[in-house]
T-cell receptor, first 113, second 116 residues
């Protein structure tokens, strides 16, 4: 079945460590996104990519980095520069060029110890 | 693991009754809206969408109403079932950014609890 796969589902990190969250899609979507979800807040955009080898900062990009070497893959690295990294991270991709309808993965919960 | 806010507004509905969840959106230029359902520890699932040239759209057991005058969106779920228990949030599409992708603003969500 086509879909978006995020891994790991749960991740624990010590302060000062970088971690990378994986996002893979087999939907043949061009656009991919990373969002952060915190209690009581709407989803906030971290980074997005419209096409391979190109990506743009979202609203809260500081402390994060991404790459888009393949159409199917859009990994997110949470660096030690991110001051409050504990959150639920959601990867999404966009199918319809007319509407930009978003399809989401199952999420990755990062906890900093 | 709980992935969505612990302090969300909550709507409690008796099983079999209809549910109405509301959302106020921010930008009068938004032209496309989506309702998502999110169960605990999972990613959001698409429920139904509506474009700004419509004021009502129906799906299976769900109806979305759009009132552009007051920038209000609602999701109606008919004959609510226990499996409908989740957090529901709306998303408004602000249109394309200068880089060509779509900009969304997401609501904080409403928790729906279905009482047996």
């Amino acid at each position: 079945d086509g879909g978006i796969t995020q891994s790991p589902k749960y991740l624990f990190r010590k302060e000062g460590q970088n971690v990378t969250l994986s996002c893979e899609q087999n939907l043949n979507h061009d656009a991919m996104y990373w969002y952060r979800q915190d209690p009581g807040q709407g989803l906030r955009l971290i980074y997005y990519s419209q096409i391979v080898n190109d990506f743009q900062k979202g609203d809260i990009a500081e402390g994060y980095s991404v790459s888009r070497e393949k159409k199917e893959s859009f990994p997110l690295t949470v660096t030690s520069a991110q001051k409050n990294p504990t959150a639920f991270y959601l990867c999404a991709s966009s199918r319809d060029r007319n509407t930009g309808e978003l399809f989401f993965g199952e999420g990755s919960r990062l906890t900093v110890l | 693991g709980e992935s969505v806010g612990l302090h969300l507004p909550t709507l409690s509905v008796q099983e079999g009754d209809n549910s109405i969840i509301n959302c106020a959106y921010s930008n009068s230029a938004s032209d496309y809206f989506i309702w998502y359902k999110q169960e605990s520890g999972k990613g959001p699932q698409f429920i139904i969408d509506i474009r700004s040239n419509m004021d009502k759209r129906q799906g299976q057991r769900v109806t979305v109403l759009l009132n552009k005058t007051v920038k209000h969106l609602s999701l109606q779920i008919a004959a609510t079932q226990p499996g409908d228990s989740a957090v529901y949030f709306c998303a408004e599409n602000l249109g394309r950014t200068t880089s060509g992708t779509y900009k969304y603003i997401f609501g904080t969500g409403t928790r729906l609890k279905v009482l047996a």
